[in-house]
T-cell receptor
């Protein structure tokens, strides 16, 4: 079974600064997807960024980028120019890309609470 | 707003009562997932529907839990004889052909 580990329960950053959230995962599969989701307090979970394991290029979405190290099974999220609205719980998630009985369910890490200081 | 809706948003019930939650996915999405999230933790998978067929159930889904998706549209999750340990946020997500799941706002269940 796959596992996802987020070793930083809490992180903080000053507004306009850069912060990196860590995620490691364990799998024996070669084809999969990795995601970062953001869950603001009492609000809906939304997708921040997605990475396909077969792609060597790191995904980027505006101020959000990832550092995907497949051999090390590491998938960190970098937030540049942090804004107050970035404050939330961030979850790293894994999804098998194979068929069979995986059906695309997500396996989540424990989450990292990000605080942004003005 | 992701386009996935869930009702009710909050439910308070007494131990032993039955509760039912509803999820309305994005209309063109044929894949629907239920997850449970306890305070300060990541969501855990409960069950998966492809159209109206329930294809996977987690061992977390005890026999007190049942889920349906009639006609492959909305889905319901029922918990019978609720226990205090059932208190959690119940999340629904839907997915089309792409890999991304879109989550609803969740139903927060409190069992007294």
């Amino acid at each position: 079974a796959q596992t996802v580990t987020q070793s930083q329960p809490e992180m903080s950053v000053q507004e306009a600064e850069t912060v990196t959230l860590s995620c490691t995962y364990d799998t024996s599969e070669s084809d999969y997807y990795l995601f970062w989701y953001k869950q603001p307090p009492s609000r809906q979970m939304i997708l921040v960024i997605r990475q396909e394991a077969y792609k060597q290029q790191n995904a980027t979405e505006n101020r959000f980028s990832v550092n995907f190290q497949k051999a090390a099974k590491s998938f960190s999220l970098k937030i540049s120019d942090s804004q107050l609205g970035d404050a939330a719980m961030y979850f790293c998630a894994y999804r098998s890309a194979g068929g069979g009985t995986s059906y695309g369910k997500l396996t989540f890490g424990q989450g990292t609470i990000l605080t942004v200081h003005p | 707003d992701t386009g996935v809706s869930q009702n009710p948003r909050h439910k308070i019930t007494k131990r032993g009562q039955n509760v039912t939650f509803r999820c309305d996915p994005i209309s063109e999405h044929n894949r629907l997932y239920w997850y449970r999230q306890t305070l300060g933790q990541g969501p855990e998978f409960l069950t998966y529907f492809q159209n109206e067929a329930q294809l996977e159930k987690s061992r977390l889904l005890s026999d007190r839990f049942s889920a349906e998706r009639p006609k492959g549209s909305f889905s319901t999750l029922e918990i019978q004889r609720t226990e205090q340990g059932d208190s959690a946020m119940y999340l629904c997500a839907s997915r089309g052909l792409a890999s991304t799941q879109y989550f609803g706002p969740g139903t927060r269940l409190t069992v007294l």
